[in-house]
């Protein structure tokens, strides 16, 4: 199948350095994101008090 893609890739004109751009591309931004899971309590519930109780 890779051998496939490399003439593929051939083809289309897509070169070697251009691969390896991807490749680290991928590595980049491909990493997991932020984590949402604190998101799912609504925003005035996250928010800390500002009017100082007496």
């Not at 994101?33 to 005035?44: E, R």
């Not at 519930?45 to 009017?51: A, K, S």
């Amino acid at each position: 199948m890779k051998r496939l893609q490399q003439w593929f890739d051939l083809i289309a004109g897509i070169s070697h350095d251009e691969q390896a751009r991807l490749e680290r591309a991928r590595a980049i931004f491909g990493a997991s994101g932020p984590d949402v899971a604190a998101l799912q309590t609504p925003a005035c519930w996250r928010r800390r008090t500002r009017v100082a109780r007496r």
